[in-house]
């Protein structure tokens, strides 16, 4: 079985400030990791993904995540942090196998404090 | 554009009423998902489907069917059987059975029980 937490229900941060968003995965064999983000009454935006390679992944809107293979995490995060960039943040994993489903983390919400 | 359609937005429906939730993409994608999404709750997938003419459960298909008779469409039916059928519900797809290809979503569609 394949699952991910996301530890922080919520992370608020000021404008300018660094923004990092908790992610840790479990999941037989090697990991495909994925950040995506939801505003408000809208579908899921991809930012970024990691399936092999550097273990330091960058994506869109100047969002970056780091690959822990030790500590089975994939935190998100991003140098300085606009107010643009609060939303609802979803980590998500697959894992090898015969199917190709992708399972999510519960949510994160950021708000970023002008 | 290319991307993936989903229709209506908003549907309401009435105690022990069948309604079904339409998903187009012109992405050419062969995979193609439905996800609900509860507050707090992360996503749950409902059905997937890899291919025309075959799909297969997710963790909460109970009182949910699907059909794949064409590539590009992959219509959702809530059934009476559905006891909670409010939610948001989201479809998406990804260019086929690879584990790093990237699934993109649609805007969502809101069910509401009246």
């Known amino acids: 079985a394949q ?4 530890p922080e229900d919520q992370v608020n941060v000021a404008e300018g400030n660094p923004l990092t968003v908790k992610c840790t995965y479990s999941v037989s064999g090697n990991p495909y990791l994925f950040w995506y983000v939801q505003y408000p009454n809208r579908g899921l935006q991809f930012l970024l993904k990691y399936i092999t390679g550097d273990n330091l992944v960058k994506g869109s809107y100047g969002f970056e995540a780091e690959f822990n293979k030790s500590q089975t995490s994939f935190h998100l995060k991003k140098p300085s942090a606009l107010v643009s960039d609060s939303a609802l943040y ?8 015969n ?3 992708l399972s999510f983390g519960a949510g994160t919400t950021v708000t970023v404090r002008a | 554009d290319g991307g993936i359609t989903q229709s209506p937005k ?15 993409q012109n992405l050419n994608h062969d995979a193609m998902y439905w996800y609900r999404q509860d507050p707090g709750q992360g996503l749950r997938l409902i059905y997937y489907s890899q291919i025309v003419n075959d799909f297969q459960k997710g963790d909460i298909a109970e009182g949910y069917s699907v059909s794949r008779e064409k590539k590009e469409s992959f219509p959702l039916t809530v ?3 559905q006891k909670n059928p409010t939610a948001f519900y989201l479809c998406a797809s990804s260019s086929g059975p690879t584990f790093g290809n990237t699934i993109y979503f649609g805007e969502g569609s809101w069910l509401t029980v009246v």
């Open chain 1, 99 to 101: 199917d190709y489903k």
């Open chain 1, 3 to 6: 699952s991910v937490a996301q």
């Open chain 2, 79 to 81: 059934t009476s059987a």
């Open chain 1, 90 to 97: 979803f980590c998500a994993v697959r894992g090898p196998g």
């Open chain 2, 10 to 24: 908003y549907l309401f429906r009435k105690e022990g009423q069948n309604v079904t939730l339409s998903c187009e």
